[in-house]
């Protein structure tokens, strides 16, 4: 086609006639004016073909057009309009007259190259000859869809014609590497895509379905929704394609699956077939569903009639903003074949607006007279309540205008006429290309128009509702609005006004493919299908997920843990134990009420100080074993509590220096009665453990337990410590030992004593009975190591709280154990058997007896080898023990 065209511009004025031979049939304006500068217009004024099949045998019959479009002949009037608008005005253009051309593109996309050698070539109808003139176009308005647009400046951007589209939104034209001479009034389809895509996400519809024109229009814009919607996380159920040529078995197809899918919401990206669509929805029954739509037809008022609001009503979408031209509606008012007798385009407007004829009709038909009022019609053409397309090609004339009179005041001032002026007769449309890309002005409404560095507006938006009226009447509502040019997060907004949604129900309709995840719940994809069809696992313990349709859950913090929902991180629990749980109170208690006991032992003790057994318990030992009894009850208190610096270093410490003391003491008791009784003769009388190597002995085995406890405090003492490892869902407070070989010293030092003991006290069970305590202190030492020795892997596995229990049980029953084995034998003759706390039950002087009315004595001898008793352990010093 490009070397065709060619080949026509090679062609002089003399061969005008062989000329008009090669192009046949040539298409002519439907309306036209001459000028000083001509403009050249496109638009759909007829939307259907008349076209017999081709023969192959003789040229193609020409197409004839049919069905007058109300809309698009107010587009060619409103341009009509602002030409008039600019040739009456005085500051813009002055003294330049613009002419128009414009030309039916007839509802085909194939007629377009047809219509752009028209503009292209000049040809006009003559009296007495086909074509004549070799004049052109300086600019072209429209056409109004993307497909036509891209054909024609296939051939216009050869010439670098300027063409300036009013509806033609495909994202493509942008490309100014392969479109440099397009602009348009009506933003790009990138922006209404991205739009559509935030308002399907703003109300929660993540399962939509899709169906668009099978165009240019439709896939462009279709492919940027998809793209930006799955950023958004939205996921299309299905993707359709149709077109106004599809046979109505493929429709029909289409409505099945749009039926059959799950989706409540269908984005509609169509510019041409979405009636075909719609009647075949009605013999569906298709109904309930949520429609969104493009600016193509979301304001289209043929479609908002009654037949289609049931399926229609409460449809939501882009569309450019309204706006108002004053003076348009009193020149459209005006329009009447009488302009122009010869015009059959005007004869075929007004018989279709008044359905009468200019020809007598057969069938009874109203003829015409010319005399009939537009004022009392209300159709698509009289309709200004609607601007938006309209503005469109209004903004068009005016860019185009003021790119010319920037291009022209040079030389209407009357300054100097310099390189940079340029005369009317000498205007080239790539000059007026170039001018057009630095336009900016603003309008009598105040709008503002310009373009950027592909040729496009600012992308703003309104978005529109079909909703009701009173009347019952659909009406468009703008209920938001989109600027493309805000910050992210600030470009939709609602203005908010009440939305009705589909089928006219008040409650917006849910779209999702699964239901949303609780809070505490997250997506888990299924396997082959999209990311919006998930099932909800619960959270695990220890994470949580604060929102609804989570894709994954968030680990709480070291310290934190997730609560009972799984929604929200709280504070783990602290667990120590304390006195205000059963356990402590009780542990309290019992060490409370060993403390006093040993203080009750301690003053029956000191109440009978002067007895005999009370002096042959060696009484010196004995209250100090029961004050280190004493510690050891009260040293369990310290477990108890929150830990804190001091009494982790007081808890261990305070607990191996009074057992240590403790074990001195029962120790040196054993050795003193060891050595007492060991002596054979009455010669041995030598003090062997006298009252101050007894104290020196306590003191020496305790000191050395205190000096292993500085030592200890010294070089790594104990040390709260929050244990996190042990309990993931809890805090557990404990003392760290600080360094574990301390510990175990203390411990086995304790150890070490208690063995001792048993081991002197072991020898010293066969010793007489009246003056043997050993017997008492073995038992009383099985019992503390069987508890120290069960105490160590109880203490090792025992949990939280529980090893500090374990500790402080042990403390307690090896104190328990010690109080009943050593004393309570004591306790019971010095209480409940004074008769039997005498010197002689003491010495063993009295073997047999009976009590009578009369007493009767008997000495025997039943030893053979008397023995010398230690003087530190007689209750009557000199008196000789017996033996064998």
Excluded at 123 to 131: D, Y
Excluded at 170 to 190: G, H, M, Q, V
Excluded at 671 to 691: D, E, I, L, Y
Aim: proline share 5%; charged share 15%.
């Amino acid at each position: 086609m490009l070397l065709f065209v060619l080949f026509v511009g090679a062609f002089g004025a003399e061969e005008d006639t062989a000329l008009c031979e090669m192009l046949g049939r040539p298409e002519f304006p439907l309306l036209s004016k001459e000028g000083d500068i001509t403009i050249g217009g496109v638009f759909y004024i007829h939307n259907s073909i008349l076209q017999p099949p081709p023969s192959f045998t003789n040229a193609p019959e020409p197409i004839v057009c049919s069905g007058i479009s109300m809309g698009s002949f107010q587009f060619a009037q409103t341009m009509i309009f602002a030409i008039q608008e600019i040739n009456n005005s005085s500051s813009l253009l002055p003294n330049i007259s613009i002419g128009y051309k414009v030309f039916d593109k007839c509802g085909s996309t194939q007629s377009s190259t047809s219509v752009m050698m028209g503009l292209m070539n000049g040809q006009e109808r003559t009296l007495g000859q086909s074509c004549s003139g070799q004049s052109s176009v300086h600019a072209i308005i429209g056409p109004s869809d993307s497909s036509s647009t891209i054909a024609m400046l296939r051939i216009a951007g050869v010439f670098q014609i300027p063409m300036i589209s009013h509806f033609a939104t495909c994202a493509c034209l942008s490309n100014r590497k392969e479109y440099p001479s397009f602009f348009r009034t009506i933003p790009s389809d990138y922006y209404q895509s991205r739009a559509l895509a935030k308002l399907v996400k703003h109300f929660g519809w993540t399962w939509v379905g899709a169906v668009r024109s099978d165009n240019d229009y439709g896939n462009n814009g279709m492919e940027t929704f998809i793209t930006e919607a799955r950023q958004e996380g939205v996921c299309i159920e299905y993707s359709e394609a149709i077109s106004s040529t599809d046979p109505s078995g493929h429709i029909a197809r289409v409505v099945r699956v749009i039926q059959s899918g799950s989706a409540k919401v269908l984005v509609a990206f169509i510019s041409q077939g979405l009636e075909m669509l719609l009647k075949e929805a009605l013999k569906q029954n298709l109904t309930g569903l949520q429609w969104v739509g493009s600016e193509s037809w979301i304001t289209s008022s043929y479609l908002a009639t009654k037949g289609y609001s049931g399926i229609l009503t409460g449809s939501l979408g882009f569309t450019i903003r309204k706006a108002k031209i004053p003076g348009l509606r009193e020149f459209l008012l005006q329009v009447n074949p009488s302009q122009d007798p010869r015009n059959n385009l005007l004869r075929e407007f007004w018989e279709a607006t008044f359905g009468c004829s200019f020809q007598p009709s057969l069938h009874g038909q109203t003829q015409c007279s010319g005399s009939e009022r537009l004022e009392d019609i209300n159709n698509l053409f009289t309709d200004v309540s609607e601007l938006r397309i309209s503005n469109n090609v209004y903004k068009a004339v005016y860019a185009v205008a003021h790119a010319m009179h920037n291009m022209l005041k040079c030389g209407q001032s009357g300054e100097a006429v310099n390189q940079s002026c340029i005369w009317k007769d000498f205007l080239e449309p790539k000059q007026i290309a170039k001018h057009l890309q630095d336009v900016n002005f603003t309008l009598q409404s105040g709008e503002t128009v310009g373009f950027d560095e592909n040729g496009d507006p600012a992308a703003t938006y309104e978005l529109v509702n079909w909703q009701r009226n009173q009347a019952g009447d659909t009406v468009f509502v703008a209920v938001g609005s989109y600027d493309a040019s805000l910050p992210n997060g600030k470009q939709f907004i609602m203005n908010g006004i009440n939305t009705t949604w589909a089928a006219g129900s008040p409650k917006r309709p849910q779209s999702v493919c699964s239901e949303n995840c609780l809070p505490g719940f997250r997506q888990a994809v299924i396997k082959g299908k999209p990311i919006c069809c998930f099932s909800c696992i619960a959270c695990a313990d220890g994470e949580i997920s604060n929102s609804s349709n989570s894709a994954e859950c968030l680990r709480c913090p070291l310290e934190y843990w997730s609560n009972e929902d799984h929604s929200q991180c709280v504070p783990k629990v602290i667990e120590f134990l304390s006195y205000g749980e059963t356990m402590g109170v009780l542990l309290a208690a019992f060490s409370l009420f060993g403390a006093g006991l040993t203080l009750v032992v301690s003053c029956v003790f000191f109440r009978f100080r002067h007895t005999p057994l009370v002096k042959a318990s060696n009484s010196e030992l004995s209250f100090l074993l029961l004050f280190s009894l004493t510690l050891c009850f009260l040293c369990s208190l310290t477990f108890i509590g929150r830990p804190s610096e001091w009494s982790c270093m007081l808890r261990h410490t305070a607990f191996g220096i009074t057992f240590a003391l403790c074990m001195s003491c029962i120790l040196a008791k054993t050795m003193a009665v060891v050595n007492a009784f060991k002596a054979k003769r009455p010669a041995n009388t030598v003090p062997r453990c006298s009252a101050p190597l007894q104290r020196t002995s306590v003191l020496s085995c305790t000191l050395l337990q205190v000096l292993i406890c500085v030592l200890w405090l010294t070089l790594a003492p104990p040390f709260p410590y929050k244990n996190t490892a042990h309990a993931t869902e809890r805090i557990i407070l404990e003392c760290d030992l600080g360094s574990p070989i301390g510990f175990w010293a203390v411990l086995g030092y304790i150890g070490l004593l208690a063995v001792l003991c048993f081991v002197f006290a072991f020898l010293a069970r066969k010793l007489p009975d009246n003056f043997n305590e050993a017997k008492f202190i073995t038992f009383s030492m099985l019992i503390f190591c069987a508890v120290w020795i069960t105490f160590i892997p109880a203490y090792v596995s025992s949990p939280g709280k529980f090893t500090v229990a374990v500790e402080i049980f042990a403390i307690l029953a090896s104190s328990f154990g010690l109080l009943f084995c050593v004393f309570a034998p004591k306790c019971y003759i010095l209480l409940l058997k004074p008769e039997r706390n005498t010197k002689k039950q003491m010495m063993g002087r009295i073997r047999f007896s009976k009590e009578g009315d009369i007493n009767i004595g008997g000495i025997f001898s039943f030893h053979q080898n008397p023995v010398s008793v230690n003087p530190a352990h007689q209750v009557n010093p000199g008196t000789i023990q017996c033996e064998g």
